[in-house]
């Protein structure tokens, strides 16, 4: 117990100033059909410091708004979208997927089509890691992970 304390405590110190590390894995974007006007994003944010931190925004110059979107259930049992307003949290030393069927990061009024291959420029804000900075692939040949439901098939709530 001890030597494991004396471990984190050296992570913790080495980690120093940032307290938030945000890592960003396996993120890919993706439109319904070809000629879509929207398109949506996944990726799997990890957060390997000692403080909870939250992604409050997206953006990029390939779609005129991007909002922060999850899936739910309304009472007839129809999933649809609706916007995270409050952000998406990564707790400290753990992770959140953004997959299909849950929460997604929505492109809308695409500025053009998104062509396979090609990579997009976008930055994530987080509260406590500030702007970061990634490109993502398009790649709307992913399958969706089992049991998850595919994007292209659900509704707005708007
Ligand atoms: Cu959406």
Do not use: W
């Not at 739910?72 to 916007?83: A, K, P, T, W």
């Amino acid at each position: 117990m001890t030597r494991f304390l004396t471990v984190a405590i050296a992570a913790a110190l080495l980690a120093a100033p940032a307290c938030a590390e945000i890592m960003v894995k396996d993120a890919y974007l993706r439109s319904s059909t070809p000629t879509s006007a929207s398109g949506a994003a996944f990726m799997t944010l990890m957060n390997d410091g000692a403080e909870d931190d939250r992604l409050i925004a997206v953006s990029s110059d390939v779609a005129g708004r991007v909002e922060l979107h999850t899936h739910s259930e309304d009472e007839n049992g129809v999933m649809r979208m609706s916007e995270i307003e409050e952000g998406i949290p990564v707790p400290a030393g753990g992770m959140h997927r953004l997959a299909r069927g849950g929460d997604h990061v929505m492109f809308m009024g695409l500025t053009g089509p998104l062509e396979q291959g090609s990579e997009v420029p976008v930055t994530l804000t987080f509260e406590k890691a500030g702007e970061m900075q990634l490109m993502i692939p398009v790649d709307h040949d992913r399958k969706p992970d089992h049991g998850a439901m595919d994007h292209g098939a659900m509704k707005h709530g708007d």
